[in-house]
């Protein structure tokens, strides 16, 4: 920054160059130590009466707010595959320049779990140079859809007053190997009554999926499926 200067004697402006230069030190950053030089121009009508011969001023470089800076991110989304994933976020400045991560701005991300399935949410803060907040990025690692495979379903129960049972022999198909055995099926089914009697057919209410790896994981069928 080189703020415009202004010398006057006895009322009179006096002349960059043809009565004094200016020169400026400790200027690129945002801070308070930053200096305007003045010397006398040795031709001139004027001289600088202090040792060494110059006048020098401290002035104030504010850090520049990024709440308007144009924020991108090279994805909006990824689905659940047990790696890591997390957007390349890119600041610009409204004129076009290109800000540096950990110079320019930090990036706080809401969660530190890169992996599971979920909306993660990146904070953007000035610092360095600049201030402020600018607009934060939403990434989101969708579930990834499943199958059931049902092959011995209704377990034998007491009768309770309620349609609903308790399933077996439910097989995944299309988890992970690493997450085989971290899912199991939370929702029960739903008999055609509550009345005691033997039934081979029964549908959902809806699909719940549990177990330490359920989260990452849907099963698209209608309630109105029958089994």
Request: charged share 30%; no cysteine.
């Amino acid at each position: 920054k080189e703020p415009k200067i202004h010398l006057s004697f006895n009322n009179e402006s006096l002349d960059i160059e043809d009565d004094y230069f200016v020169k400026y030190d400790n200027n690129i950053s945002a801070g308070s130590n930053a200096v305007v030089i003045i010397t006398a121009n040795e031709n001139g009508n004027y001289i600088v009466n202090a040792d060494p011969p110059e006048i020098r001023k401290e002035f104030t470089i504010n850090r520049a707010p990024i709440t308007d800076a144009v924020v991108t991110a090279d994805s909006k989304s990824a689905e659940y595959d047990g790696n890591s994933h997390e957007p390349k976020i890119s600041v610009k400045l409204p004129d076009g320049k290109e800000l540096k991560e950990g110079t320019d701005y930090t990036i706080t991300p809401s969660s530190k779990d890169h992996v599971s399935a979920g909306v993660t949410t990146y904070t953007i803060e000035g610092s360095g140079n600049y201030t402020g907040t600018a607009k934060s990025v939403d990434f989101e690692i969708t579930k990834k859809k499943i199958e059931i495979n049902l092959n011995k379903p209704i377990k034998d129960r007491d009768y309770d007053g309620t349609a609903a049972v308790t399933l077996e022999g439910i097989e995944f198909i299309g988890i992970l190997d690493a997450d085989k055995g971290a899912v199991e099926l939370k929702s029960k089914g739903l008999v055609a009554s509550p009345n005691i009697g033997t039934y081979d057919k029964f549908t959902f209410e809806k699909i719940e999926l549990g177990g330490e790896k359920g989260g990452n994981y849907y099963v698209d069928i209608s309630p109105e499926t029958e089994f």
